[in-house]
């Protein structure tokens, strides 16, 4: 496993002080977040989805990389000049309120496409449907199924596979049949669904975390 930054280990060292049980996935919480880092790198995104409480855990990720999570995000003083000479008052007022993303896209709420595609092709595939509209080679899709078995979750991960993305998935003890679809898969050492979701939380703030570390700390590169 590649060595961290000190900057990015911490974080995993506070995560698995916080939580020790997690310490067994190590290796695949640092790889996943590798995954990540380069696809961000690249100038590609995340793109997410799950089933109940795991699609409200894609949209709480997405959440936190298109903003701000814990630090500063000020635009580029080339983008917020652009701002300011197409329009001086608002391209002023928009350069000090935005703040730089994280390209990452919940596939779980667009309700008017998901509801269409329900309606006219059926409910399975709403997720892998826009995978194919949304993914491109070198972008990263993360599923989260505490079972491993959602069968929307498995097919948009085909999806991915087939467009040359990387596939992350988060999951419970047994990781069910996403295993075999991922490039990697974290698993929360629980079967019980509100446990599994209890581990999820931590693992995808501290990979939050770490991103915008990465992007937008002091020392970013």
């Known amino acids: 496993m590649p060595a961290l930054e000190a900057r990015l280990q911490k974080h995993i060292d506070l995560l698995l002080s916080r939580y020790p049980a997690l310490g067994g996935a190590r290796d695949e919480i640092v790889r996943a977040y590798l995954a990540m880092q380069e696809a961000f790198e690249r100038g590609g995104k995340l793109l997410t989805a799950g089933n109940g409480g795991s699609a409200a855990d894609s949209e709480h990720i997405v959440g936190e990389l298109m903003k701000r999570f814990r630090l500063p995000r000020p635009l580029a003083p080339e983008f917020a000049e652009k701002l300011r000479s197409v329009d001086a008052a608002r391209g002023e007022a928009l350069a000090r309120s935005l703040e730089r993303p994280?390209?990452?896209?919940?596939?779980?709420?667009?309700?008017?496409?998901?509801?269409?595609?329900?309606?006219?092709?059926?409910?399975?595939?709403?997720?892998?449907?826009?995978?194919?509209?949304?993914?491109?080679?070198?972008?990263?899709f993360l599923g989260i199924?505490?079972?491993?078995?959602?069968?929307?979750?498995?097919?948009?991960?085909?999806?991915?596979?087939?467009?040359?993305?990387?596939?992350?998935?988060?999951?419970g003890r047994a990781g069910g049949k996403m295993a075999a679809l991922c490039d990697v898969i974290v698993r929360a050492p629980e079967t019980e669904t509100f446990m599994v979701q209890?581990?999820?939380?931590?693992?995808?703030?501290?990979?939050?975390?770490?991103?915008?570390?990465?992007?937008?700390?002091?020392?970013?590169?």
């Open 102 to 140: 994280l390209t990452a896209i919940a596939l779980t709420t667009h309700e008017a496409l998901t509801t269409a595609f329900m309606n006219d092709v059926g409910g399975t595939d709403a997720c892998a449907q826009q995978l194919l509209g949304f993914g491109r080679p070198g972008d990263v």
């Open 145 to 171: 199924s505490t079972s491993g078995n959602s069968e929307n979750i498995l097919r948009a991960a085909v999806v991915a596979r087939a467009l040359d993305m990387k596939v992350i998935g988060l999951t």
């Open 198 to 221: 209890e581990y999820h939380l931590p693992v995808y703030h501290c990979w939050c975390q770490m991103l915008e570390e990465r992007f937008f700390g002091q020392d970013n590169p």
